[in-house]
């Protein structure tokens, strides 16, 4: 079933928010919240489920059972659901057949372009890694943007991933020259890409 525009719409404002604060702040909140004032309570629930989990993550063992309860409890929402569906699939669940990256943009009816410009990074970026041009390791930042905008999981992210490298599209030759395969490393490819200092220096991060 495809969904309305208004859920694309919270998607895609809940997705910006979980790439732009992955540690919300009380500012973060206010700030996004008064941005998108009709997704405000999914903005709050999302923030409280990241806070929740650093919270588990530095109290250790011994909180497990009081930060499990709330986060049970918050689990219900559309927010938990969206962003962490596709971690929930177990490895049978999962299909073993490997779609490529263009197949998982052609299946949702979308570009190379278009996804570019959604999640904010150089075209030039998105062809060399469906292309198979890419040598991993890919930014974790990549990979978790792709995975929500996808819609998959980490495995399956893995997948394409060997697979797009495994089956690479060839450059157009040169002259008489034969047909090439570029290949560069993540950081190499966003160096080289015609985005801005800020989005290279953003995507080069860690959460």
């Known amino acids: ?6 859920h694309n719409e919270r998607d895609r404002a809940l997705y910006q928010f979980h790439v732009a604060c992955p540690r919300p702040t009380a500012e973060d909140i206010i700030e996004w919240t008064e941005r998108y004032p009709q997704f405000a309570e999914d903005i709050r629930t999302h923030a409280a489920i990241s806070r929740d ?7 250790g063992e011994q909180a497990d059972d009081t930060v499990s309860d709330v986060m049970m409890a918050r689990a219900r929402s559309r927010v938990l659901n969206a962003l962490f569906r596709s971690e929930a699939k177990t490895e049978v669940s999962e299909p073993e057949a490997t779609v490529g990256f263009h197949e998982m943009l052609a299946a949702r009816g979308t570009t190379i372009p278009k996804a570019a410009k959604e999640l904010e990074i150089g075209r030039d970026v998105l062809a060399d890694l469906f292309n198979g041009w890419m040598i991993p390791p890919v930014g974790p930042r990549l990979v978790s943007a792709l995975g929500f905008f996808l819609g998959i999981s980490k495995r399956e992210f893995d997948r394409a991933c060997l697979y797009a490298i ?3 599209t060839l450059q157009h030759a040169k002259s ?9 490393s993540y950081e190499d490819v966003i160096a080289g890409s015609n985005m801005s200092a800020e989005r290279k220096q953003f995507w080069l991060g860690e959460d």
């Open 176 to 184: 008489a020259a034969p047909p090439v395969i570029p290949k560069r």
């Open 1 to 6: 079933m495809s969904k309305s525009p208004t």
């Open 166 to 168: 495994q089956h690479p």
């Open 53 to 59: 989990w650093d919270a588990a993550d530095s109290m």
